[in-house]
């Protein structure tokens, strides 16, 4: 571990979805999630597979499933983003969360052979990232995604402290992945923007705030933080036991200043068996986030691994049976149904308008701008529904339907159109997709059914069959 790595759990808000006439609906779904804006969900990372065995082996240690598994992938590796995988754990109520890492992990943080923001910010990934963008989109459920974790350590390539970076290009390259992965379709994406609870150095330029990305850019603000205790592998001479409030009162103070409002998730965190009494810093961590001394964290992500330190619960039959006990309290109750509302009552992360950045290096070309194959339609109901086809491919197509509200707000939407012949759609996010005969028809999901007057929202599909070549006419009341 170049230090402690990320897990960071989110909302999932319940959808059922229905494709070509297979339901696909979450395990408990006819229980109504629900979130008071209290308490704090449980999240978990193990490095075990599949990724619902991780929640098997947390459920029988822990005593309660988790209500988010996270996990870590190397960009260096170029794999398809696990999308059964990820339903299966939809399917049980428990929110996936993927830390994507623009790194390759056998390399230097500083090796000339990394990915570099740079390479980010000229488009060199594109293809990589929107292939990634699809694969999310066509998961239909909501998901977190944690891009650039703990930027403003000197670990990773892409902190901005190394490798020629600064803040600046950060936020510029974060905002160019969230740009490719919502334009490839992926609104159901819940995007965590994490720094580490210290930065390494300390230094102004190197100050979290300074890489924030923009309100518009980050649902959750996540931090990292872990008590080493003394003589980690990094400094053995070293004594850095600290409580966890030690480890996170200035970083919560940071994170509030910085996104007033948003929700934070402590997105890695663990304690040592070395130096201390590991039982009792446990059993004041979950009791005072109990009490309510940090209401804004939402989501507690423990980083249960045997790794560079005993980090994980069962390292002492004391640290099992603390943890045990003090996440049965109703505090920590709640499923990852649950925990995809705490973002709020719309579509996870609109799609912002980008800002242009100036910059001395040559731009990449824009892709181009999507022609909708649909006019606005619509009766004299509360809506219209526009059908843009985003890409196409032999045998298949992606599509997206943008629902906007006309001049008084809705508490709901329903959208109906019918394809070419012989066309099936085959997997759908954001919307509630049922097909009868050849009219498919979209409902809004649990999140983005209440639109302020002219306010819109998005759904998407990814569709078996030739892609429409003229006009669509969309109801939608």
């Known amino acids: 571990m170049r230090r402690p790595r990320t897990l960071v759990t989110t909302a999932l808000a319940a959808a059922t979805l229905v494709v070509a006439g297979l339901a696909l609906t979450p395990a408990g779904a006819a229980d109504t999630p629900s979130d008071d804006g209290r308490g704090t969900y449980l999240g978990v990372f193990r490095e075990t597979s599949p990724l619902t065995a991780v929640a098997d082996g947390f459920h029988a240690d822990a005593g309660v499933e988790p209500a988010s598994v996270q996990w870590f992938e190397a960009w260096s590796n170029r794999r398809a983003f696990p999308v059964q995988q990820a ?13 994507w890492e623009p790194w390759d992990p056998s ?17 060199e990934w594109d293809a990589y990232i929107r292939a990634r963008g699809a694969e999310l989109a066509s998961l239909g459920t909501p998901i977190i995604v944690r891009w650039g974790h703990e ?13 020629g970076n600064d803040p600046q290009q950060y936020v510029r390259a974060y905002r160019h992945v969230h740009d490719l992965v919502t334009g490839a379709g992926a609104t159901n994406v819940q995007w965590a923007w994490t720094f580490n609870a210290s930065s390494t150095p300390v230094a102004s330029w190197n100050e979290a705030a300074r890489a924030y990305p923009g309100d518009a850019y980050v649902d959750w603000v996540g931090i990292d933080g872990y008590n080493w205790g003394r003589g980690p592998s990094w400094d053995p001479a070293g004594d850095y036991w600290t409580s966890f409030d030690g480890v996170f009162r200035d970083a919560y103070r940071i994170a509030t200043q910085v996104a007033p409002g948003k929700p934070i998730v402590v997105a890695e965190t663990a304690s040592s068996e070395d130096g201390g009494d590991k039982a009792a810093w ?16 939402r989501l507690l992500t423990y980083f249960d691994e045997l790794k560079e330190e005993a980090w994980a619960i069962t390292s002492s039959p004391g640290a099992r049976a603390a943890f045990a006990a003090g996440v049965a ?23 912002p308008t980008p800002t242009p950045t100036p910059t001395a290096t040559p731009t990449p070309t824009p892709t181009p701008t999507p022609t909708p194959t649909s006019s606005p339609t619509g009766g004299p109901g509360g809506c219209t529904a526009v059908l843009t086809v985003l ?32 066309t099936t759609i085959q997997s759908g996010w954001s919307g509630e997709f049922s097909t009868t005969g050849s009219t498919t028809t979209v409902r809004n999901a649990p999140w983005n059914g209440s639109l302020g007057a002219k306010a819109s929202t998005q759904a998407g599909f990814v569709a078996a069959g030739t892609a429409p070549s003229g006009p669509v006419t969309l109801t939608c009341d």
Not at 89 to 96: D, E, F, N, T, V
Request: proline fraction near 10%; charge should be negative.
């Open 391 to 422: 890409g196409s491919w032999p045998g298949g197509f992606q599509g997206a339907i943008e629902v906007t509200a006309r001049a008084a707000a809705i508490t709901s939407w329903r959208t109906s159109f019918t394809l070419p012949p012989s």
């Open 107 to 123: 390399l230097a943080a500083a090796d000339p052979g990394q990915p570099s923001l740079q390479e980010i910010v000229d488009g």
């Open 329 to 351: 309290d109703p505090w920590f109750a709640g499923t990852g149904r649950d925990l995809a509302l705490v973002v709020g009552g719309s579509d996870p992360t609109p799609t």
């Open 151 to 163: 930027f403003n350590g000197n670990w990773y390539p892409w902190a901005v402290g190394l490798n």
């Open 282 to 297: 446990i059993r004041t961590m979950l009791a005072d986030l109990a009490a309510g001394r940090y209401p804004q964290i």
């Open 87 to 99: 339903r299966d754990l939809w399917a049980r109520g428990i929110m996936p969360h993927w830390t």
